[in-house]
């Protein structure tokens, strides 16, 4: 598995935002122009090759014999940090990313099947920084993390009424940590290191979900996504006053975590409809801690003082989130439609392991889209504006006390385009 993880790793991240703050936590508040343009409601759609990420049933009540749908996205971040010795703000290069999804369906319209690359989930920052002691002087942050997934799916429509649908496929993940870094765990909790840590692997994703038509006219769905659990492989050197510089073999153990949302879409009028979506995503058993286990030192002063492996926890300790979206759509006439959305979620991090290598204090988003037939294909556009409030550190948790008295903000722009295609 390690081995297919690293041949794939990187097809996947290319769709993925090259050091970003997303949203609920570092999942992102919908993919895609159509969803996003709603606010992220798409768990009880089938207007969208998205839907095969969000809720795989709507495979099955997709209009017509299938589709074709190609998004492309660039991400913004504003985001600053500030502590005695520090005042910055980083305004990133636009990041782009994507996905991609294939549906079609049966003769008899009983049965769908999908094939899509997704990029759900990253966080990443890049700051240069005043050291603490013993690393003084101006320092690189850097923090890269992203989760991709490649995903067939079934769906089936049981009744008229009732569809059901699930994925099996895979997922695929990058971490890489950068800068002055305190070890946290005993005995050599406080030891000052210097690290650059890079690690990749892949591992099994899956999900499940339902869609029921309550009336002509409205439409519940249910869906589930299995957490992604990684062994990631990789390596790390670290700089350690007095023991000099070494390289190891790292082994990441990394969660992504899982989610359960229910959904609702409803006609007001042949021209109208409302949408909302309650999603519950379980951080605090995914990101509770991030395990790295290093062997193999280079540095035969490493071994004789350390041992030949070192294992550390770097703490996190997220909060469970419960997201709401909410999306309004109306079509002007058959061909144009505008979109608007909100969607609150509150910021799973504590201020104690809060860290500029992690900066999502997000909360708030805001998003408008546009669409409209171009040929035999739709144009769909959208915008979102994700912000929350700045938050204060008085007291890290984390040793070594680079982070104390520390000031954190993020804002994040998103613009997306999908192109799609019915048969």
């Given at each position: 598995?390690?081995?297919?993880?690293?041949?794939?790793?990187?097809?996947?991240?290319?769709?993925?935002?090259?050091?970003?703050?997303?949203?609920?936590?570092?999942?992102?508040?919908?993919?895609?122009?159509?969803s996003?343009?709603?606010g992220?409601?798409?768990?009880?759609?089938?207007?969208?090759?998205?839907?095969?990420?969000?809720?795989?049933?709507?495979?099955?009540?997709?209009?017509?014999?299938?589709?074709i749908?190609?998004?492309?996205?660039?991400?913004?971040?504003?985001?600053?940090?500030?502590?005695?010795?520090?005042?910055?703000?980083?305004?990133?290069d636009?990041?782009?990313?994507?996905?991609?999804?294939?549906?079609?369906?049966?003769?008899?319209?009983?049965?769908?099947?999908?094939?899509?690359?997704?990029?759900?989930?990253?966080?990443?920052s890049?700051?240069?920084?005043?050291?603490?002691?013993?690393?003084?002087?101006?320092?690189?942050?850097?923090?890269?993390?992203a989760?991709?997934?490649?995903?067939?799916?079934?769906?089936?429509?049981?009744?008229?009424?009732?569809?059901?649908?699930?994925?099996?496929?895979?997922?695929?993940?990058?971490?890489?940590?950068e800068?002055?870094?305190?070890?946290?765990?005993?005995?050599?909790r406080?030891?000052?290191?210097?690290?650059?840590?890079q690690?990749?692997?892949?591992?099994?994703?899956?999900?499940?979900?339902?869609?029921?038509?309550?009336?002509?006219?409205?439409?519940?769905?249910?869906?589930?996504?299995?957490?992604?659990?990684?062994?990631?492989?990789?390596?790390?050197?670290?700089?350690v006053?007095?023991?000099?510089?070494?390289?190891?073999?790292?082994?990441?153990?990394?969660r992504?975590p899982?989610?359960?949302?229910?959904?609702?879409?409803?006609?007001?009028?042949?021209?109208?409809?409302?949408?909302?979506?309650?999603?519950?995503?379980?951080?605090?058993?995914?990101?509770?801690?991030?395990g790295?286990?290093?062997?193999?030192?280079?540095?035969?002063?490493?071994?004789?003082?350390?041992?030949?492996?070192?294992?550390?926890?770097?703490?996190?300790?997220?909060?469970?989130?419960v997201?709401?979206?909410?999306?309004?759509?109306?079509?002007?006439?058959?061909?144009?439609?505008?979109?608007?959305?909100y969607?609150?979620h509150?910021?799973?991090?504590?201020?104690?392991?809060?860290?500029?290598?992690i900066?999502?204090?997000?909360?708030?988003?805001?998003?408008?889209?546009?669409?409209?037939?171009?040929?035999?294909w739709?144009?769909?556009?959208?915008?979102?504006?994700?912000f929350?409030?700045?938050?204060?550190?008085?007291?890290?948790?984390?040793?070594?006390?680079?982070?104390?008295?520390?000031?954190?903000?993020?804002?994040v722009?998103?613009?997306?385009?999908?192109?799609?295609?019915?048969?």
């Open positions: 598995m390690r081995r297919f993880g690293t041949a794939i790793c990187w097809l996947g991240i290319a769709f993925a935002p090259g050091g970003a703050v997303l949203a609920d936590g570092v999942i992102r508040d919908g993919l895609g122009a159509i996003c343009g709603r992220g409601t798409n768990i009880a759609a089938a207007d969208n090759g998205v839907v095969l990420l969000d809720n795989p049933a709507g495979l099955a009540n997709v209009n017509g014999c299938g589709l749908d190609v998004g492309a996205d660039l991400l913004f971040t504003d985001m600053a940090y500030a502590d005695p010795e520090n005042d910055a703000i980083i305004d990133h636009p990041y782009p990313c994507g996905q991609l999804a294939l549906v079609r369906k049966s003769r008899d319209g009983c049965w769908a099947f999908g094939l899509g690359l997704f990029s759900p989930a990253a966080f990443g890049r700051y240069h920084l005043k050291g603490p002691p013993p690393w003084t002087g101006t320092r690189y942050y850097k923090s890269f993390g989760l991709s997934k490649i995903l067939p799916g079934v769906a089936c429509r049981v009744t008229d009424r009732l569809s059901v649908g699930g994925t099996l496929g895979v997922g695929v993940s990058h971490v890489e940590l800068g002055p870094y305190f070890l946290q765990s005993p005995p050599l406080g030891t000052p290191t210097m690290m650059d840590l690690a990749t692997g892949a591992t099994i994703a899956w999900s499940a979900g339902l869609q029921y038509q309550v009336t002509s006219v409205t439409t519940v769905g249910i869906a589930y996504q299995s957490q992604s659990r990684f062994h990631l492989d990789g390596s790390m050197a670290v700089d006053p007095e023991l000099g510089h070494c390289r190891f073999d790292a082994d990441v153990d990394m992504w899982r989610s359960l949302g229910v959904g609702m879409r409803h006609e007001v009028c042949p021209h109208r409809s409302v949408s909302a979506d309650v999603i519950w995503y379980n951080w605090s058993e995914a990101f509770d801690q991030i790295i286990h290093l062997s193999n030192p280079s540095n035969p002063a490493f071994e004789y003082a350390l041992g030949p492996s070192l294992d550390e926890v770097f703490p996190l300790a997220w909060r469970d989130t997201s709401v979206r909410l999306g309004y759509e109306h079509a002007f006439r058959p061909d144009r439609v505008a979109r608007f959305g969607t609150y509150r910021n799973p991090i504590p201020a104690g392991t809060l860290t500029p290598y900066q999502t204090t997000l909360e708030h988003t805001f998003s408008i889209g546009y669409g409209w037939l171009q040929g035999a739709s144009v769909d556009l959208a915008y979102q504006f994700t929350g409030p700045g938050i204060d550190v008085a007291s890290s948790d984390l040793a070594g006390g680079d982070f104390d008295a520390s000031h954190h903000e993020s804002r722009h998103v613009m997306l385009v999908t192109f799609s295609k019915r048969f």
